[in-house]
């Protein structure tokens, strides 16, 4: 079946308000940025949204965040987000923080058919006995809490029962999707979105590329087309940002000809202790 949709607007033209989505992503990475920007478009509200956080004030989910569009979330961290803070702190957005080994969990448990499971995660702290802020009233107090978790001793260790997680819609991005829906993903770019799309009842896989049916080798597919309803082309010209961007600090050029050289040594610079032989490679080298 060719699962193939012409545009993201398309893609989640059939998205209610009110819906339960399962949105793939770990910060701003693997983000399927196109349909949340469809989404934004198309004015959809009131949404119940399960992701690992809420991207950031200006990107990612934090796009449907600023304009009111979420009315709840259930994460495993705030993450850069001061809209998704403030919102929470003003009792405006209802918050579901849970632990993040326990949330990929959930949604691969959905995914599978599994109703709930039993883990260690979370035993001791408010997780087991509940009182978590879910939502704040107006005045600062606690309008809805987390419940108590069941709790059950397995080889004399304690562990609570998490249900699992289902959503209405699984938003997904892929590096390259057949006309199938078999999704391969780039490296760490995978995260979350293979469980996202298998909690969800409709996939929607926003592809960087897609290919025909079969040019997929099997063993290179990371999620299988079963669990896909709808792929579209994303624009791959578009801005992909990073979160925190890190680097190493620039390395110093190599001094002019005739110029002393009065760098300290470093792991790069020969030490007294190197053999004559290293000493002299390295010598050349700088």
């Known amino acids: 079946m060719d699962k193939v949709v012409d545009s993201a607007a398309q893609a989640v033209a059939d998205v209610p308000d009110g819906a339960v989505l399962a949105v793939g992503g770990f910060g701003l990475c693997g983000i399927p940025s196109t349909l949340i920007g469809a989404l934004v478009e198309a004015g959809t509200s009131g949404l119940r949204v399960v992701s690992n956080n809420c991207g950031v004030d200006d990107w990612g989910l934090g796009l449907l965040l600023r304009a009111g569009r979420i009315a709840r979330m259930t994460s495993s961290y705030v993450g850069e987000n001061k809209e998704f803070a403030r919102q929470y702190l003003a009792g405006e957005l ?22 709930a499971f039993y883990t260690p995660a979370g035993v001791g702290t408010q997780v087991e006995t509940g009182g978590l802020p879910w ?20 080889g004399d260790r304690r562990h609570l029962l998490e249900e699992a997680i289902t959503a209405d ?42 290919v025909a049916a079969g040019e997929l080798p099997p063993d290179a597919v990371h999620l299988p087309g079963v669990y896909v309803d709808r792929v579209v082309a994303v624009d791959t010209s578009l801005e ?47």
Request: hydrophobic content about 35%.
């Open 94 to 115: 209802e918050v579901e923080l849970t632990p993040q080994g326990t949330l990929a969990e959930r949604l691969r448990a959905g995914g599978t058919g599994i109703p």
């Open 135 to 154: 939502r704040y009233a107006p005045d600062g107090s606690v309008a809805v809490a987390s419940p108590p978790k069941e709790v059950r001793e397995f």
């Open 169 to 210: 819609f699984g938003l997904v991005r892929a590096a390259v999707a057949d006309r199938h829906g078999n999704c391969v993903f780039h490296a760490a770019a995978r995260n979350f979105n293979p469980l996202c799309a298998m909690a969800g009842r409709v996939t929607v896989v926003e592809a960087e590329r897609i």
């Open 240 to 286: 992909k940002r990073v979160e925190r961007r890190t680097v190493r600090p620039a390395r110093r050029t190599a001094p002019a000809a005739g110029a002393a050289d009065t760098r300290t040594a470093t792991a790069e610079t020969p030490t007294p202790s190197a053999t004559p032989s290293t000493t002299a490679t390295a010598t050349e080298e700088n």
